[in-house]
């Protein structure tokens, strides 16, 4: 039997037999032939089914859409003015010699043939496996592996190994609400989800690594909100002995090779990409992540800006709950805890002065109005990451309790370093014209945070709550 080959391929066998398998897309009874378009993951082929096996025209005539193919076929040149210039096979067509039926499928609950961005969200995330069938989703899909793999490929060649941090951790107040998984074997002790690498990055800093990056998953339970998502990917990367110029240093080209070979026809509005305080964006833009495309309209402009020179520390007001890393009130990060400030801000740092003036380290990259992701230099000695939870209002238990493990490491001869995290599905979401991430993301929860496809999230069984030591006190349903 011939091996089967990819659709893309078909051209290249003009003259021969070939296999193909897939998925029939569409089928168009002409009376004495049959034509299907057959789809795999590389492209579609035209089938064509004549009145000479009778007994193959019957299988023909019984394929319906979404039915799993292998059509075994001669592959002709289209006759002259019949070729079909908007698929890639277009000159040819398949001249079936024999079909097998693989598997049958139900009518699809929406059209796979088209963008599907007229479909309910909630059916196309409840049929995931078939919403990603459709062409538009596939490539989001494989460009999504493609950048990934670029992105390792070029920071490994500059040196950089690619490291697993748990997802198991603490919880540690971060700036967002922690999602927690209760252990069973020390009842009543929790586990947390990653919001971020952070600390991790940090202590194989401490260990020596020098140059780490992650394609890493982040975890923050956050309150519904437009393109939110319970889960979510970033480039995480951290550098030691660098100052901000060297994170961009690296930062930098790497954007702008990704784009050039994975989107040539995008267009980088200015390179190098321009840089400019918070608060010039703040005073010209009104935003801390400016859209500084000359025309909106253009699709294929991309506009970085690097935002630098942040506040580092901002006063909460009185019961102000999207800050859990915050006292009931008084100062807290703007970015990150482990931010150092300026370095000619260290000293209002050491003595808790100017606290309000003090600028941190931390670099924003913008893209196209969007926050693509940030970083900063940290604090590597552990004075200087103590004083931060002392302006914040820590009672040393609490700084002991919740960071004494990354004051501990950084007394053991921390080197300096700095990092970054860019978004992995919002830099998809922009390359493709999307308008949320959940169309960048395999597997996405809705707006609200659920899998309709899996149903999660779910109840447990009564066992499992058991063995966890924990009972559910049910809240009385309101009728
Ligand atoms: N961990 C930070 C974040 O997730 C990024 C960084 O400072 O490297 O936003």
Redesign the pocket.
Known sequence: MEKRIPISEVPAHAGKTVVVSGWVQARRDHGKLIFIDVRDRSGLLQVVFTLDNKDMQKRADQLRPEWVVSVTGMVNQRPKGMENSCIATGMVELLARDLIILAKAHTPPFAIDADGKDVNEELRLKYRYLDLRRQRMARNIIMRHETVLFMRNWLSKQGFIEIETPILTKSTP??ARDYVVPSRLYQGNFYALP????QY?QLLMVAGFERYFQIAR?FRDEDPRGDRQPEFT?L???MSFVQREDVMAVIEPLCIDMVKTLYPEKTIQEIPFPRMSYQEAMGKYHSDKPDLRKNKNDPDVLAFVWIVDFPFFKKVEKGNASHPEALAEGWTFT??P??APKPEHMDWLMHKQNIGDILTT?YDLALNGCEL????I?NHTPEALQKVFEIMGYEQERIVRNFGHMLEAFSYGAPPH????LGLDRLLMLLHHEQNIREVMAFPKTGDARDPMMNSPSEIMQEQWKELGIELKRKNKKT
């Open positions: 971060e700036g919001q971020s690498p952070q990055k982040c970033q995480d990367v951290e970015h990150n482990f931010s931390q992701g940030g970083g900063s940290r700095g990092g970054i995290a």
